[in-house]
């Protein structure tokens, strides 16, 4: 959705005839009337939902005594010997990254099938969207107690866990981005008598690779800071260290290992960063995304003069002197990026020292893990209690999206290279929200719930902080990519930068804006089960207690309320993107 689409193609008429005279006049359909008071009543539910937690500053203020009796038991921070720190850091990097490269593989078909666009019809289209939904509504934490009991402990139930479960964003992401391409390549090519996949592989990925691997890079970061709450399921890493220590209270330890996970997200963060901007280049608007990345440009200068004398590098004159293109620096720095990326990934799986045997004997074992999860059955709880527990997690998670929005337009806006007043504004919000994105969730509650106590209050604050991090990000990065001709073009004319923003910016970047949003909405419902484990309220204190207890249909239970959440949500978020489309 763009200003220049509602631009005519011609050019008669006037030269004073303003853009909005000239577009066409599309009256409010009843469809867009009620998208626009569900969006209205969620988030008047979201203010309510705020309320109900009490969420009181003074109060906060007054309880922060509990937190120096807390710090003054602890004492000193304390680490693992360093070559044991050391191992434990590749191990929780390595598992995270080969989890992540799992579901980034498996999302590609599902991505597919899941589009519109590329879909071979609604009912492939439908199953597709449904293994994405059923994939995020299952925590990885519940994933992860399932294959503790197939394989052995270590490694292999978190990548799995991680993997399964970062189908349901990536895929989700992946479609979402195909939606969204340029339409006439692909058909140009399916006239021309490509195949399906000379279509996907010359017309649908060029345009969507870049996105991808944001995406998969985006989500190896959430993944990390994930990993710490499967340390209290058994698998290997930093996060079970950290459990280990605060199971025995030793405290002091327990929060250094939490230190190390900060630094270690904040770092990671960093190198996504680069690792993106290198591949979108200074060209962020041209759409020849592979051309790009096979093909580098030459410096930005440079470039700039070959596109306005329309030049050509000499390599690039005909097809026999491109096969001999000169080792220029810019091509040495991308090769060896590409051969340290290749060594980071054998090397994550060979630090991931995974039993592939288990492989082989775990079909003993899934008839009886099976059993163990169904029928689903609410056990000594009440339906009732479930319920309302249900309903709980459904209004944190409300209450911190509301919480975060506002937060994260602002933030993320300044983010945006064009919307930034300069450069220093800029990297002063792109810190802010690495920092914010660095903190994991879990640990943030665990010290809220320090200081404000067992209940929702530090559920609600943990994930309306974490979620400024993860929706300003998105918001940046979806500002930085819509088109910039309307920009200039208001610009032209003598239009401000907040009228620039407000009438062009804005307006393009509203669906990813609503979708972003309801995604938000989407993983705070399932961020919310989690943290109720460390005592932030909801569905998740009767998870843990099911889990502890080995009563893992209880534990189905509950995930089948939370995908019948999930799939709410989803089925909202798809109206609402079809609507404002």
Known sequence: MTLLADRPSGTSGTSHTSVA???????ISPERIAAGLTLLALVVLGVLAVGEVGISIPAMVESWGNAENFMARVGGLTFPEPGDLLWLIALTVGLVLV???????????????????????????????????????LPDVVLAMAFVLMFSLGTLPGIL???IHSIGMISKMFADAIEQIDEGPRLAIRAAGGSKLQE????????????????????????????????????????LEMSYAFKALDYGKGLGIALVIFVLCIAMEIV?????????????????????????????????????SGARPAWATSPQTAVRRPWTRQRVRNTAAGIVAVLVVLGSVVVSDITWTDFLTFWAKLPETAAKFWP???????????????????????????????????????AASNVAPNGGVRATARFLLVGIRG????ILAIVLVVITGLGPQAGVIALAIGGIGLLGKLIADSFEEVDRGPERALRAVGATRLQTYSSATVP?????????????????IRAATILGIVGGGGVGYYLLNASQGSRYETVTAIVLMILVTVLVVEGLAMWMRKVFK
């Open 21 to 27: 005279e000239r577009a066409p006049k599309h009256p």
């Open 439 to 442: 903190i994991p969730e879990l």
């Open 272 to 308: 996504s960063s680069l690792v993106r901007g290198a591949m979108l280049g200074h060209e962020k608007q041209t759409r020849s995304w592979m051309d790009r990345i096979v093909h580098p440009r030459l410096s930005p200068s440079a470039a700039a003069g070959d596109s306005a």
């Open 376 to 414: 689903p059955s609410f056990g000594n709880y009440d339906a009732a209690s479930m319920i309302e527990a249900m309903r709980d997690t459904v209004a944190i998670a409300l209450a911190a999206t509301v919480l975060t929005l506002l937060p994260s337009l602002l933030l993320g806006s300044l």
């Open 200 to 239: 996907f592989t010359a017309g649908v990925l060029p345009q969507v690779l870049p996105s991808w691997v944001a995406t998969v890079l985006h989500r190896n970061d959430i993944n990390l800071r994930g990993s710490v709450v499967l340390g209290y399921v058994g698998v290997a890493g930093l996060g």
């Open 161 to 163: 866990a991680i993997g």
């Open 508 to 524: 393009q970047g509203m669906q990813a804006l609503i979708g972003h949003s309801f995604y938000m909405l989407d993983t705070n």
């Open 99 to 137: 989890g992540t490269l799992l579901a980034a593989v498996l999302s590609v078909p599902i991505a597919y099938l899941a589009a519109s666009n590329t879909t071979p019809g609604n009912g492939w289209r439908a199953a597709a969207r449904f293994v994405g939904v059923l994939t995020r509504a």
